[in-house]
């Protein structure tokens, strides 16, 4: 039994819950090389926006713990085409590219190692170590956010509601918590009596697969439904507000999260629901200006048709288009939630602020 949490570190060891076999199976895989951890991202054996930033970071550290080398130039080396390699397993969730540049940050901490005059193995082996530490600080560091943000989060909320969610932005999304299922949790410990409404989340079934296991094992009140019964729900008075998680906020507040996450903030508009995306620093990316310089990431036509069928549910040769993510408008979001407060319109000046 797992205890919900996307992987652990132990004996030396990194290991990743693989989250395709969920909810009818609960595994572990170990990760040893970059192989390992760049098909545990692409393949969403690890998924969730914080939890591959954090899977990348320790996953390129099992993939050099090993490593021989003769000095500080060639691990750099070594270190920089793992991280180029990682860096092409998936577009979309800045935390991949944030974990990544803070591990090479660590390294290049020791870029003058050979001047302390302790052997180069010596050197590497401290290196090693230290990338680690890094590793789980990042880890640690966002399970701290996580809690941040389900308290902030419930700030907004009151007993009794009925909420919405999309995709997965849960437990196994984060080190722990989740971002917009945080308050969920924390709710549910002061007898909240919340009523969520899950989304199946076509095609990949974050919602079902995932929201649904994670928070029927926390004792969490929850509804499945398919994505186009959410404005049914809506319009039947059930949805007191839509909470989501985040894979990369630009800096004007438009945020990419999971296909048909901005099909669901434009209906909460009509209706009148407010519409919270939950967005820790290391998903805001004040590089990027606007949503439309984020990059989408396209996944294969057969995950919508093929992958949870035992036929092909599409005639052979049918055409498809698969993006896995789309770009909710910041003028939809009533408020993002960070770990260090709640931020409203308007966001350019609110999530510039953050940083500061
Ligand atoms: O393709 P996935 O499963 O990695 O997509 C995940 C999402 O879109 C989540 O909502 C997002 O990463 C926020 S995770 C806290």
């Known amino acids: 039994m797992s205890d919900g949490l996307p992987l652990k570190f132990e004996e030396g060891k990194l290991l990743i819950l693989d989250q395709r076999l969920l909810p009818g199976e609960e595994r572990f895989i170990e990760i040893n090389t970059k192989e390992d951890i760049w098909d545990a991202i692409k393949n969403l054996k690890v998924r969730g926006a914080p939890a591959i930033g954090i899977a990348a970071a320790y996953g390129l550290w099992a993939a050099l713990k090993d490593l021989k080398t003769r000095d500080y130039k060639e691990f750099s080396l070594k270190f920089r ?3 180029e390699y990682l860096e092409t397993s ?10 990544l540049d803070r591990m090479e940050k660590k390294l290049k901490e020791y870029e003058d190692i050979k001047d302390t005059g302790i052997s180069w193995e010596d050197s ?3 290196i090693k170590e230290e990338l680690l530490r890094e590793a789980e600080k990042i880890r640690i560091e966002d399970e701290e956010a996580c809690y941040a ?7 907004l909320l009151h007993p009794g509601m009925g909420i919405l969610t999309h995709c997965n932005a849960g437990a196994l999304a984060t080190a722990k918590y989740g971002t917009c299922l945080a308050p969920i949790y924390l709710g549910k410990e002061k007898g909240y009596g919340f009523k969520v409404f899950a989304d199946e989340t076509r095609p990949l079934l974050q919602g079902s697969r995932l929201t649904a296991w994670e928070l029927k094992k926390a004792g969490v009140d929850v509804t499945l439904i398919c994505d186009n019964m ?6 039947n008075g059930w949805i007191d507000a839509v909470v989501t998680g985040c894979d990369r906020m630009a800096a004007n507040g438009d945020g990419a999260n999971k296909i048909g996450t901005s099909a669901l903030a434009i209906l909460a508009k009509e209706y009148n629901i407010p519409f919270y995306m939950y967005a820790p620093l290391s998903t805001i990316d004040l590089d990027t200006p606007s949503g439309e310089q984020i990059k989408i990431e396209l996944r294969d036509g057969e995950e919508i048709y093929k992958m949870w069928y035992e036929k092909d549910m ?7 288009y698969n993006p896995s993510f789309d770009v909710t408008d910041h003028k939809y979001i009533s408020a993002v939630i960070t ?3 709640i931020v409203r319109p308007p966001y350019m000046e609110g999530l510039k602020k953050l940083f500061e």
Do not use: C, D, I, Q
């Open 81 to 83: 085409e793992t991280k």
């Open 90 to 99: 998936r577009p979309t969730a800045v935390n991949l590219f944030w974990a």
């Open 124 to 126: 590497a082996k401290k």
């Open 149 to 155: 943000m389900g308290r902030y989060g419930l700030e």
């Open 230 to 235: 959410a404005s049914a729900v809506m319009k």
């Open 314 to 320: 599409a005639p052979e040769g049918t055409k498809t």
């Open 339 to 341: 770990e260090k407060g």
